[in-house]
T-cell receptor, first 110, second 117 residues
Framework: DAKTTQPTSMDCAEGRAANLPCNHS???????VYWYRQIHSQGPQYIIH???NNETNEMASLIITEDRKSSTLILPHATLRDTAVYYC???????????FGQGTILTVHP | GAVVSQHPSRVICKSGTSVKIECRSL??????MFWYRQFPKQSLMLMAT?????????EQGVEKDKFLINHASLTLSTLTVTSAHPEDSSFYIC?????????????FGPGTRLLVL
């Protein structure tokens, strides 16, 4: 599976949009981009995933560049409860396993 | 999203005893489940992939005889830590893969915190 690179940490003001970048320059044509987050002492929570097109759900939006080498997860109106570690993971449709990197620690402050 | 549960949420045991952790997919059938381990301030590390009705596939460095995995039904997988030692103390997390609408999504349980004294 392709490797991803994320910033170690980011800050965001409550109520503002949080934009979390992810680089996956070695992604192959059939690999999806998945985003999960982990709030302290809990299991990871699925957020969103996409292949080529931008995706949006009730939690977030996923913007994938045309060359698919990078993506951005957008939390439109961050709240304090969005403080967590955010993981960007690349895998195929029938992904056999998800390999977690170190992720981005997002801190939302008042 | 789909719900995955784990039981127990936390367990404390004496060194040398065995501990069983259950993972259930509550509202979907999961042909494949995964077991992860997470040490403090570290990321999740995959331990094994569990397929219903067949033997689990273990990641390199994970002892299959120490971490017994059983996936007897489409909604239940169990992880048994045999002869647990203090170094096995960790946060154990399972996940289950849901197949719907031609796509697959992996959902995680809330985790089980194991402390071996």
């Amino acid at each position: 599976d392709a490797k991803t690179t994320q910033p170690t940490s980011m800050d965001c003001a409550e109520g503002r949009a949080a934009n979390l970048p992810c680089n996956h320059s070695t992604i192959s044509g059939n690999e999806y981009v998945y985003w999960y987050r982990q709030i302290h002492s809990q299991g990871p929570q699925y957020i969103i995933h996409g292949l080529k097109n931008n995706e949006t759900n009730e939690m977030a939006s996923l913007i994938i560049t045309e060359d698919r080498k990078s993506s951005t997860l957008i939390l439109p109106h961050a709240t304090l409860r969005d403080t967590a570690v955010y993981y960007c993971i690349v895998g195929g449709t029938s992904y056999g396993k998800l390999t977690f990197g170190q992720g981005t620690i997002l801190t939302v402050h008042p | 999203g789909a719900v995955v549960s784990q039981h127990p949420s936390r367990v404390i045991c004496k060194s040398g005893t065995s501990v069983k952790i259950e993972c259930r997919s509550l509202d979907f059938q999961a042909t494949t489940m995964f077991w992860y381990r997470q040490f403090p301030k570290q990321s999740l590390m995959l331990m094994a992939t569990s397929n219903e009705g067949s033997k689990a596939t273990y990641e390199q460095g994970v002892e299959k005889d120490k971490f017994l995995i059983n996936h007897a039904s489409l909604t239940l997988s169990t992880l048994t830590v045999t002869s647990a030692h203090p170094e096995d103390s960790s946060f154990y997390i399972c996940s289950a893969r849901e197949r719907a609408g031609g796509q697959e999504t992996q959902y995680f349980g809330p985790g089980t915190r194991l402390l071996v004294l």
